[in-house]
T-cell receptor, first 120, second 113 residues
Framework: GAGVSQSPRYKVAKRGQDVALRCDPISGHVSLFWYQQALGQGPEFLTY????????KSGLPSDRFFAERPEGSVSTLKIQRTQQEDSAVYLC??????????????????FGEGSRLTVL | SQQGEEDPQALSIQEGENATMNCSYKTSINNLQWYRQNSGRGLVHLILIRSNEREKHSGRLRVTLDTSKKSSSLLITASRAADTASYFC?????????????FGTGTRLTIIP
């Protein structure tokens, strides 16, 4: 597609429910990042994929959070047993070749519009 | 946790004036990027400056980087109402295979028509 697509744009969940957030990166982009953004704050890193390999998951706040990218394209962020503190916007970003700038890679991230999760 | 801090947290100026935002960070970086976010939208990349660069221009944007002070500034000249948004600096501390772009707390810029 032309840009990074995220779905759903808005999700309301009752506390304790499981949710799944989907990210379709730009076709051909190797790197994929998930961020969590609380209201009025900057995005906080959650996890990073290079193709299908999850190379860094140090930002996932608890074992209730799980991310996958099985075929190296679409990624899903799953949150189990949601809590009120999980309410935030979840942003997905992709990059052609990661953050390293080269002759063919600018190092910039392309973001989706985000999925706003509200846990009641 | 946020690794960078923007200053000021909020800035309101008249249309046509210049806007300056500052960013400080904590450890050595590979590069520093600035992003813009309109309310309720995703982030849009504005400009990247490498650790060995001191200044970079793109249209009405001017970015400086002082690695000795671990700080950067973003200058928007001749501001327009459409520049109203939040602006974030992001620092790249990546090691081989461990890529991470860490965002600051942001500056909320309001341009008054």
């Amino acid at each position: 597609g032309a840009g990074v697509s995220q779905s759903p744009r808005y999700k309301v969940a009752k506390r304790g429910q499981d949710v799944a957030l989907r990210c379709d990166p730009i076709s051909g982009h190797v790197s994929l990042f998930w961020y969590q953004q609380a209201l009025g704050q900057g995005p906080e890193f959650l996890t990073y994929f290079q193709n299908e390999a999850q190379l860094d998951k140090s930002g996932l706040p608890s074992d209730r959070f799980f991310a996958e990218r099985p075929e190296g394209s679409v990624s899903t962020l799953k949150i189990q047993r949601t809590q009120q503190e999980d309410s935030a916007v979840y942003l997905c970003a992709s990059s052609l070749g990661g953050l390293l700038t080269t002759a063919t890679n600018t190092g910039e991230l392309f973001f989706g519009e985000g999925s706003r999760l509200t846990v009641l | 946790s946020q690794q960078g801090e923007e200053d000021p947290q909020a800035l309101s100026i008249q249309e046509g004036e210049n806007a300056t935002m500052n960013c400080s960070y904590k450890t050595s970086i590979n590069n520093l990027q600035w992003y813009r976010q309109n309310s309720g939208r995703g982030l849009v990349h504005l400009i990247l400056i490498r650790s060995n660069e001191r200044e970079k221009h793109s249209g009405r944007l001017r970015v400086t980087l002082d690695t000795s002070k671990k700080s950067s500034s973003l200058l928007i000249t001749a501001s327009r109402a459409a520049d109203t948004a939040s602006y974030f600096c992001a620092t790249d501390y990546s090691n081989f295979g461990n890529e991470k772009l860490t965002f600051g707390t942001g500056t909320r810029l309001t341009i008054i028509p």
